[in-house]
């Protein structure tokens, strides 16, 4: 079983900006848990000699053409954000520095 | 640090040698932007030239941009790399808000482009083989405005304002190995390197390249090594120099300061540090270790990029030609001394001197201006002389000098306009009035009051003496207040005094 604590849960809901209620954190806890442990499983059988693979399908080279499309207005961008401006998203202070 | 704590830079080259290393971020002039078909264009309204991609909206999924492809293969070639067969875009997680899905689109373990090499001339002739270890793909971020505090940076900030517009602006990072041997030339050798990425990414034309705008942004590392030690320093890692002249100035800087810390028995923290362009000094950032976990992983929402040798070898075939071998050529062209060829290459305004010439300008006249005038003001206002004024106006200018509607001393005030931002050489003539004077009429006037002023002159002239003219064609020129021709000023003196 791993080792996924509620703490971890909340604190990576928090970095998320996702407000889960304390019964969501414990039952994502276990769902988290599972998945783990599944990936672990897997790791057991993914040798060295097995190439890593991101995709079902083996397809390369899907591009698009240069070309300008519709864009959003900024009153669109910003419907879903909690808080802005008025033309830009407004966000607590951040402590840390850019990447 | 206070600048009376720095060691002296060439005290600090005798017990120190630096290593140097350099990630340049290049800002691709797409139409589109990386993963999105939102209009590649930074600036305008905030918020505005963004799709649902840009923002990582649920449900939408990114494309990759063909030309940024194409163009990151050119620069690739150019900087002398192999061109990965197959590589893949690969997740940058991290929590910050200037990308909105909190993680960055990037190339990890499987970069397009690897191992290339730079030839960087400096100005004193030396010639440095740069080695490149990789350059890779990835998109830009968005800019954050930090509200609140005292200082408006992001230490005591109250919030954070968000256009999401640069988002998704396709970048080509390249990312250099240690570079040690520099010594003494360290700060020249780290500014020639940036300027000739730059002459590279302009001759692809797949940048718009100007620093000043963050087409073009380098972050420098540095550490020192102590003499004999066989010991690499804790490297620093300086960022915002956002032009040629601070990355010379910040490594400087950075080997001074470090030098002193060393010196005194102190360790180097290993840390993100921040130009200030104003001071003259860096200060402390974020510090940072090389096990900075990012938790990369392939990015599952693209496909692996696997372009045809006949692609590359298309693209190879249509690369212009190396700034090495580009010098070699212009100086030969324009004819220059080789005294005259440094100041140009000094002034690392080559690039623009070419653009000017190629708009029509003699190669002198475009010299004079370029590393005479425009340098001289940007000078003044400590930016670029690339981004005071374009080529074309320069040519226009001189066009104008040639033609005679303009004199050199008329020329500098409407560049002092174009500057300013009042419109093209013609337009500023036009609004700020300023004509030559060809009529001969108040010449004449001019001249005639001139030549009575000096009796004694005008005795020379008539006995032949002819260079003594010089004396009221000066007076000349400084009553009309350097609106006269001072060709037809002459002619019209030598006439004037033989009547």
Redesign the interface.
């Known amino acids: 079983m791993s080792e996924i604590t509620n703490d971890q849960v909340s604190h990576l809901a928090n970095?998320?900006r996702i407000a889960l209620t304390p019964e969501e954190i414990d039952k994502l806890t276990g769902e988290l848990g599972v998945i783990i442990d599944s990936i672990a499983k897997v790791s057991e059988v993914a040798t060295a000699d097995v190439p890593?693979t991101?995709?079902p399908i083996r397809?390369?080279?899907?591009?698009?053409?240069?070309?300008?499309?519709?864009?959003?207005?900024?009153k669109q961008?910003?419907a879903?954000a909690p808080e802005h401006?008025g033309?830009?998203?407004?966000?607590?202070?951040?402590?840390?520095?850019?990447? | 640090m206070a600048k009376a704590e720095l060691m002296d830079f060439d005290k600090a080259l005798e017990l120190f040698e630096p290593v140097l290393g350099f990630e340049v971020h290049v800002e691709l002039n797409?139409?589109?932007k990386m993963f999105s078909?939102?209009?590649n264009f930074f600036g305008g309204?905030?918020?505005?030239?963004?799709?649902?991609v840009d923002?990582g909206?649920p449900g939408s999924l990114p494309?990759?941009?063909?030309?940024?492809?194409r163009y990151s293969i050119s620069l690739g070639l150019a900087l002398g790399c192999e061109i990965a067969p197959?590589s893949?875009f690969a997740r940058?997680n991290?929590?910050?808000?200037?990308l909105a899905k909190?993680y960055?689109i990037s190339q990890y373990d499987e970069p397009i482009a690897h191992d290339g090499n730079v030839e960087v001339e400096l100005p004193n002739g030396k010639v440095f083989q740069v080695s490149i270890e990789r350059a890779h793909m990835e998109e830009d971020?968005g800019k954050?405005?930090?509200v609140?505090?005292a200082t408006g940076r992001?230490?005591g900030?109250?919030?954070?304002?968000?256009?999401?517009n640069r988002a998704g602006v396709p970048l080509v990072e390249i990312v250099t190995n240690m570079i040690s041997g520099a010594e003494h030339d360290a700060p020249e050798l780290a500014k020639a390197y940036v300027s000739t990425i730059r002459d590279i990414v302009v001759s692809l034309g797949i940048s718009d390249a100007k620093m000043e705008r963050g087409n073009l942004r380098c972050d420098a590392n540095i550490s020192l090594s102590p003499r004999g030690s066989g010991k690499l320093g804790t490297r620093t890692e300086t960022k915002n120099v956002n032009s040629l002249r601070s990355v010379e100035r910040a490594i400087r800087y950075e080997i001074q300061r470090q030098a002193a810390i060393l010196a005194k028995g102190g360790t180097i923290t290993q840390e993100?540090r921040h130009w200030h362009e104003d001071t003259g000094v860096t200060s402390a950032?974020?510090p940072k270790s090389d096990a900075d976990d990012y938790r990369y992983f392939?990015?599952?929402d693209?496909?692996?990029?696997?372009?045809s040798e006949a692609l590359i070898a298309e693209l190879r075939a249509a690369l212009p030609e190396a700034p090495a071998i580009r010098r070699r050529r212009l100086k030969e062209a324009w004819a220059f001394t080789d005294l005259e060829f440094q100041d140009v290459q000094n002034s690392g305004l080559v690039t623009e001197i070419e653009l000017t010439v190629a708009a029509g300008a003699a190669p002198a006249q475009a010299r004079k201006w370029w590393t005479g005038e425009i340098a001289r003001l940007a000078n003044l206002a400590s930016v670029d002389a690339s981004s005071l004024v374009s080529p074309l106006h320069v040519s226009e200018l001189v066009a104008m000098i040639d033609n005679g509607e303009l004199t050199d001393r008329l020329a500098r005030q409407v560049l002092e306009g174009v500057i300013a931002g009042e419109g093209s050489p013609a337009e500023v003539t036009k609004s700020r009035g300023l004509v030559v004077v060809s009529d001969d009429g108040a010449l004449i006037a001019a001249i005639d009051e001139a030549l009575a002023a000096q009796p004694d002159v005008l005795e020379k002239i008539r006995d032949g003496k002819v260079q003594a003219a010089g004396a009221v064609i000066g007076a000349v020129m400084k009553a009309m207040k350097g609106t006269a021709d001072a060709a037809r000023v002459r002619e019209l003196v030598l006439e004037r005094a033989q009547q």
Request: net charge negative; no cysteine; hydrophobic share 35%.
């Open positions: 970095l998320a890593a991101s995709h397809l390369v080279n899907v591009f698009r053409p240069d070309v300008p499309g519709p864009t959003l207005t900024a961008a910003l879903g401006d033309s830009r998203f407004k966000v607590s202070a951040i402590l840390g520095e850019e990447q | 797409t139409r589109t078909d939102a209009p309204e905030p918020n505005t030239n963004i799709t649902p923002l909206l494309v990759v941009n063909e030309q940024a492809i197959s893949r940058k991290y929590f910050y808000p200037d909190n960055q971020a954050l405005t930090h609140g505090g992001i230490q900030a109250e919030y954070s304002l968000v256009d999401y993100t950032g974020r392939p990015e599952p693209l496909l692996p990029v696997e372009p």
